[in-house]
């Protein structure tokens, strides 16, 4: 019971770091210190998705699940927990370098505004 606890616990942290890496950017709008952890963490998220990686979270989720008796589950967490929820067909390699480019444009405009706002209206 603790072991499958503790992978739905490393799922739900893994879920939370995708979704900081996507939209911290609007976290940063608000506090802009943020940006020291926010942008190894947008790294870290598409290079995981360009250079075709596997996060190392996945494959703890799965030796947890294995330990509590649980079945794990083939490919990245990405594929496994996201993507069916964004897409109906199963992870591709093309699909793979969509999301960190995506990952990558989304957070360049959100930074773009960020420093538009800095030089246009400094403190």
Known sequence: MLVSLAADLVASLHFAFVVFVVLGGLLVLRWPRLAWLHLPAVAWGASIEL???ICP???LENRLRHEAGLAGYEGGFVEHYLLPLLYPASLSRSVQVILGLSVLLINAVLY???LRRRFLHPL
Do not use: E, K, M, R
Request: charged fraction near 0%; hydrophobic fraction near 45%.
């Open 51 to 53: 250079l075709g990686w």
């Open 57 to 59: 979270l996945t494959p």
């Open 112 to 114: 773009g505004s960020i």
